[in-house]
């Protein structure tokens, strides 16, 4: 199998042994689970399951961001507990990647439970020079770094771009260089409801050495597949490839995979613009098989705009599925199988093994001497995860 690696700009053979470890970026969990949501997990499951096709045992820690700013303002504004907040959205979340028949994740951890393993990295970054304490707030020193900026690839004017669209404080005075990001964040206010008093003093971890100390915990030292939607490529993932590498664990990530966003009226799909297609909404009408099969008409590298024109066209397929599954025979479903698996092997092209899916689909409809050619069209079914509803 070939996958686009972020960090090489290259098709790279995925170097498969007896596991394969996948840490995927997972929701900051304050509000209902959208289109875009499934459209990067359902990826990864899809790999995943072409891994365990090829008898790889396959471990995925899927994150989630449970100590962030937006989750504290959400809650605010409902007069709610954040950890509340959280555990109604991540139960909700849960529900409907189920529903679209996503493999649960092997572990799902939370910023908040691992306080203790994040404050002992901190410390660690600091003992070896790679950060230093600006007012009771501790950063990292990229220049300290070699390695920042290699997933990327962007040149500095691109990074204080995204650095200041996405959260980053370019111009606070102290700061060695612009791009240094925040480790951990002093807390003095008593009030506030996610600050833990630790060895660094009270406070509360800044968004990358999360995910850093989460993943070692979890998957250990080095990573085989990183992954997560494209805008995560910077700061997120070059800031967490930083301080990990800065922390021993070099090679930290072997492949770094991303996935483009689906739009909605030309514009990614995000709470802050309000553009949202939710998940529920479209499981109130449709088949869950539909909406999965609807996502997978797009290549995860491309995404692109949602087209609502695509969920009869899904129904259509299952319905011929449907037919082609109580067939008693049909043509040697081994070059269809090859075909759809060949597709994923080429940079996961889901879109590929769809029409190639409905091409074996009618091939069985149209009828064959091979008995149990309808078996063939269920593993190619499971294959790509279309589960069929009861009855």
């Known amino acids: 199998m070939e996958l686009f690696d972020t960090a090489t700009k290259t098709h790279r053979e995925v170097q498969l042994g007896e596991q394969a470890l996948i840490y995927v970026c997972g929701i900051t969990p304050y509000d209902a689970a ?3 949501h499934a459209f990067t997990f359902l990826t990864y499951d899809l790999l995943q399951r072409r891994l365990q096709d090829l008898g790889t045992n396959v471990r995925v820690a899927r994150n989630i961001t449970d100590v962030d700013e937006p989750m504290y303002t959400k809650a605010n504004e409902l007069g709610m507990h954040y950890l509340d907040l959280t555990h109604q959205e991540v139960t909700e979340f849960q529900r409907m990647m189920r529903t679209l028949n996503l493999l649960d994740p092997d572990a799902e951890p939370r910023p908040s439970q691992h306080i203790p393993a994040i404050t002992d990295s901190v410390k660690e970054l600091l003992q070896g020079g790679f950060a230093y304490n600006l007012d009771g707030d501790i950063y990292f020193d990229i220049a300290a770094s070699p390695r920042f900026a290699s997933v990327s690839g962007y040149p500095e004017s691109l990074m204080r771009g995204f650095s200041a669209m996405r959260g980053g404080d370019l111009q606070r005075p102290g700061k060695r260089q612009p791009l240094d990001f925040l480790l951990w964040r002093s807390i003095a206010d008593p009030r506030d409801p996610a600050a833990w008093a630790t060895s660094l003093g009270r406070g509360r971890p800044g968004w990358h050495i999360e995910c850093s100390v989460m993943s070692y915990v979890h998957l250990g030292p080095t990573i085989d597949i990183h992954g997560g939607g494209s805008d995560l490529i910077f700061p997120h993932h070059e800031c967490e490839n930083a301080q990990s590498t800065a922390l021993g664990r070099d090679p930290y990530v072997k492949h770094w995979m991303h996935t483009a966003p689906l739009l909605m009226g030309g514009e990614k799909m995000s709470k802050s613009l309000g553009n949202l297609v939710f998940v529920r909404d479209l499981l109130a009408d449709n088949d869950a098989a539909a909406v999965r099969i609807a996502l997978l008409r797009y290549h995860y590298r491309t995404g692109g705009e949602w087209q609502p024109d695509l969920l009869p066209e899904a129904h259509q397929l ?4 449907t037919h082609a599954l109580k067939q008693p025979a049909g043509p040697d479903p081994r070059p269809h199988l090859a075909r759809i698996r060949e597709a994923l092997d080429h940079d996961l092209d889901a879109p ?24 063939g069209l269920g593993e190619a079914l499971h294959l790509l995860g279309i589960e069929l509803a009861a009855g």
Do not use: E
């Not at 299952?318 to 599925?321: D, K, Q």
């Not at 769809?354 to 008995?371: E, F, K, N, Q, Y």
């Open 318 to 321: 299952l319905a011929r599925i």
């Open 34 to 36: 959208h289109l875009g």
């Open 352 to 375: 590929a093994a769809v029409r190639h899916l409905s091409d074996m689909t009618d091939a069985i409809c149209c009828g064959g001497t091979v008995p149990g050619a309808a078996d």
